[in-house]
């Protein structure tokens, strides 16, 4: 029998609803904001007009972009790693989780790299020793470097050890009676099994690859090497002007286009905005079963 709402619970579910929606319009606002000042005239932009509707509307921002090479050289160069570091992770990720989801009896070393990999979490060697080691291996200046300096997310791995962890025993049991091999069950089994979780590490991985900056700002030498982050970080990046030379203070007044600027951020944006809610239905079950633990 369901009961009826009382007047308390009633409060409770307006009140609820009206703190989500602030929440939820407080996380638009920066992207409509950027829009608006995107499709305003870059004076009124500079001036500070541009609230929460375009002032002067027009799409020169848009059109000149179409005639900026540099901006989707970076935008492509973006795509490759995202699709290289998605795929690169992925294989890691489950070829790690699968053994280290087994007991000890099952894999000797099991809790040792378990320790190894928490380790990593809380420990690393620094920004030199990994410059210095990505150097050696010739991936400067190369889209590998952007995509194998990050290859192994130990959090992601985690997860998915977890989620294998809850997966019932009694299936690999009935596979091994049928004669089957750790290499079958792995893609027969435990892969389709595991798509909500590996769904939510993937996109993990996109979203990271995708919004990262600093890699490509240490790595690539050449701003034709430039992701598209990086590319955009050195357009809003705050300079001091007096320690610039003559040809590098030209080079920033060229880009110094407020709404050129925020029409390159808001197409950056677009990708995650359409991948996002495309995975978005696995996420919370994905990330509840793989952070539970036995």
Request: proline letters at 4%.
């Amino acid at each position: 029998m369901v009961k009826e709402a009382t007047l308390g619970s009633k409060v409770f579910d307006i009140v609820l609803i009206v703190l989500l929606v602030g929440v939820s319009l407080l996380c638009i606002l920066p992207i409509w904001y950027t829009l608006a000042v995107s499709l305003s005239e870059n004076s009124a932009a500079a001036a500070g007009q541009v609230r929460l509707w375009p002032v002067g509307f027009n799409l020169n921002s848009y059109r000149e972009i179409m005639d900026d090479s540099k901006f989707f050289n970076s935008f492509w160069i973006s795509i490759q790693r995202v699709v290289l570091g998605a795929v690169v992770s992925f294989v890691v990720t489950v070829l790690m989780a699968y053994p280290l989801s087994k007991t000890t009896k099952d894999f000797r070393l099991r809790n040792i790299l378990m320790w190894i990999l928490v380790f990593t979490m809380l420990f690393n060697g620094g920004l030199i020793p990994w410059y210095q080691t990505v150097k050696a291996l010739g991936l400067i200046n190369n889209i590998w470097g952007l995509v194998l300096g990050h290859s192994v997310p130990v959090f992601n791995v985690i997860l998915v050890v977890n989620y294998f962890r809850n997966l019932p025993k009694e299936l690999e049991e009935a596979a091994l009676v049928d004669g089957a091999g750790p290499w079958y069950m792995l893609v027969k089994l435990y892969i389709p099994l595991a798509v909500p979780v590996l769904a939510t590490v993937t996109l993990f991985s996109i979203v990271y690859h995708w919004n990262e900056f600093f890699n490509g700002l240490v790595l690539m030498s050449r701003a034709d090497h430039y992701p598209l982050q990086t590319y955009i970080q050195q357009l809003v990046v705050i300079i001091d002007a007096s320690t610039l030379n003559t040809e590098q203070l030209k080079r920033m007044s060229e880009l110094s286009n407020q709404t050129l600027n925020a029409a390159k951020i808001f197409i950056a944006m677009i990708p995650v905005l359409i991948v996002y809610p495309l995975l978005q239905r696995f996420f919370i079950h994905g990330i509840t079963l793989g952070s539970v633990k036995e």
